[in-house]
């Protein structure tokens, strides 16, 4: 029961959701370090829930100059159809729902394989060791476009779905494919994070069917929530530096050494 969890616990995993989330090195993976490191077994689904909404809230506003933008250009432009698709914040939004296509439907499939396997070192080591060379990658992105064409959407939707996988890391993942895609490290930055909406705020919804999801709702589910959503923030303007001075491959001296140890564990 989440009563009987240990505060400092909950705050310490409220801390790994907001770093982790949003950082290339994988929220899924080093939550089931932390899992495993503080004997706590799975995460009951109360604290689930509200940590995925600390850090839903974050981005919502980290990004929300840019969705400010979208939403006034959408709503002026509501009656033109053709001139909203062919707007800026018309081609992103669009972007955004065609990716989250696959993203959902590989998410889905793969949910119940993944959580037999969640808490399995081996298996975390190995998609850690994926996310290594991920952000390795995005060494060769060179691009300068502002917004993925749909083509291009689709298959940052297809990696995105992928990150299911425990250790493999969504931003990460996302931001390294649409840098090879062609996209500018800043546009790959904010497209990942608009597209993580959907994504994250479907996983809640996923998660509030069950109504065990809220019934144990207390003090330590709301700190843990509390600290997803400042340490989420704060990890988000740290990768946004360090994507815009294209540092993004460093991430890889911490994933390399950490998917060795648990690849060998």
């Given at each position: ?7 400092l616990k909950t705050v310490a995993l409220g801390l790994i959701q ?87 439907l590989i998410g889905l499939l793969l949910k119940g394989p993944v ?151």
């Amino acid at each position: 029961m989440l009563a009987a969890l240990d505060t400092l616990k909950t705050v310490a995993l409220g801390l790994i959701q907001g770093m982790t989330e949003f950082l290339p090195v994988s929220s899924s993976g080093h939550i089931a370090i932390g899992e495993r490191l503080f004997g706590m077994g799975d995460a009951p689904l109360t604290l689930s829930v509200v940590l995925h909404a600390g850090t839903l809230l974050a981005t919502l506003v980290a990004f929300r100059g840019d969705l400010a933008t979208v939403a006034r250009d959408v709503l002026r432009l509501r009656g033109e159809p053709a001139l909203l698709r062919a707007s800026d914040s018309g081609k992103l939004v669009l972007a955004v729902l065609v990716a989250s296509v696959p993203t959902a439907l590989i998410g889905l499939l793969l949910k119940g394989p993944v959580e037999a396997y969640a808490h399995d070192p081996q298996v975390v080591g190995a998609c850690l060791m994926g996310s290594a060379i991920a952000v390795l990658l995005t060494r060769l992105g060179r691009g300068e476009e502002t917004t993925p064409t749909l083509p291009q959407a689709f298959a940052i939707g297809v990696v995105q779905g992928l990150a299911v996988l425990p250790g493999l890391t969504r931003s990460g993942s996302t931001i390294a494919a649409a840098m090879l895609l062609g996209l500018s490290g800043a546009a790959a930055f904010r497209f990942s994070f608009l597209l993580s909406l959907p994504a994250v705020a479907g996983a809640m919804l996923l998660e509030l069917r069950h109504p065990e999801a809220l019934g144990a709702l207390g003090l330590p589910a709301l700190l843990g929530g509390l600290v997803a959503f400042v340490s989420g923030y704060g990890s988000l303007l740290l990768l946004r530096g360090v994507v815009h001075r294209g540092n993004l491959f460093m991430f890889a001296l911490y994933l390399v050494p950490l998917a060795v140890l648990l690849f060998l564990s």
